[in-house]
């Protein structure tokens, strides 16, 4: 039970408990670096005394990767910008929790509570959302919020858990045909309608579509297929609105690639904004504090509208290097291309997704939610690889300390 309130903790600290209005960005730091401290005692604590058998930590090469280039990158924030070591130590404080993973396979939770996890965690997310756009302009939850495309967008932390939970529903309820996972799965999609995000809810209606034809426990996929799309049809006409605003930026946008913001912001990092060649290799590092140089990136956002947390991988190259970049490509490709057994199977998808946003958004491995959440999926794949080797495979599950 003390295990699982551990994660639980983890998980809620990584989104700043979901980030009240009292918690600002300074206080988000702090309960970042107590929760990568209560991670790092704990490790040290089990290390010394759990003498117990561990499932192998698979991902230990391409972490080690990412821990290298990060430390690269300290060195581009001071021959590049100035920047003092013990400021850029702070910035990059979403990258320590990829400790959590060595946790996690500490505490050996069990994949079941895990996976639950997702489902509730998601479940309050989609509350909290709504409450705070149905309290629009009063500001309850959240780091911004701003009306855009006919809806209220509003930035909470979450959002990637509940893509997670959104295809663990999806599959649940492929396999099983309980109409109980349905609630919760139209719950999120009509959340990710209110986000107005294309580049959320695109990928996740072509993903769900394509999972629904590779199902082995569909029979008629036709008729899955044609309730699926009688489902989707009230949920336009209810968002129409939104969906129209949508499709008119689509359009917009389409007129002239060069003149789309993401666009921009690319070619501005990759040609206007990188001291040279060195750049690429070393980073520029992350910024933080009032240094010159988190100043200077904090104007290109604001003026300009050049968001590093908006052009996905590009945005963790210019911070991190070329290396953080083919260890996050190749972290991608090896969980997409595993077998995994039912139980797992929504892992490939919820990567799949991943490859469709890679070139925006934030990502994964660049906030301290999306590398929580990536460590929880690395221990799942662990566990399926475990249960598919050395336990029976009809009961395996990893015994509880």
Known sequence: MLKNFIVIIVVLG???????????????????????????????????????????????????????????????AYIFHYQDFHITLLAQRAIYFFLFYYLLH??????RFLIRLFIAISILWAILYIIQWIAYPTHLFGDQMFKDRNTIRI???????SVVAYFICLFKFLQTNHYKYLPP??????????????????????ITILAVIQSKKVHSKFAIALLGLASLIPIYFIFQDIFNAMIDVTRQQSISVTENI????????????????????????????HSSYSIMMDSYSKVFGYYLSDIGIIGEF????????????????KMALIKYPEEFLFIKYVVY??????????GAFGT?????????????????????????????????A
Request: glycine share 8%; hydrophobic share 55%; aromatic share 16%.
């Open 318 to 333: 210019i911070l991190y290097g070329i290396i953080f970049a083919i260890a996050e490509l190749i972290i991608l490709f």
């Open 262 to 289: 993401r666009f921009k912001a690319v070619s501005f990092y990759l040609y206007r904004f990188s001291p040279g060649k060195l750049s690429f290799i070393l980073g520029n590092g992350a910024y933080g504090g």
């Open 106 to 111: 500490q505490l050996k939770p069990n994949p």
């Open 14 to 76: 990584s989104m700043a408990f979901f980030q009240p209005v009292f918690i600002d960005r300074q206080m988000t730091g702090i309960i970042h670096m107590g929760i990568i401290a209560l991670i790092s005692i704990l490790l040290l604590l089990y290390s010394v005394y759990d003498t117990s058998k561990k499932i192998r930590a698979t991902f230990t090469f391409e972490i080690v990767l990412l821990f290298f280039a990060v430390g690269l990158s300290m060195i581009g």
């Open 185 to 206: 799965l139209f719950l999120l999609l009509m959340v990710f309608v209110l986000l107005g995000t294309r580049q959320l809810l695109g990928p996740t209606l072509l």
């Open 353 to 362: 997704s991943m490859f469709f946003a890679i070139f925006v958004g934030s």
């Open 155 to 161: 930035f909470l932390p979450g959002v990637t858990y």
């Open 368 to 400: 301290a939610e999306g590398i929580v959440m990536m460590c929880i999926l690395f221990y799942l794949v662990d566990v399926s690889k475990w249960m598919k080797k050395d336990a029976p495979v009809a009961s395996a599950q990893p015994q509880q």
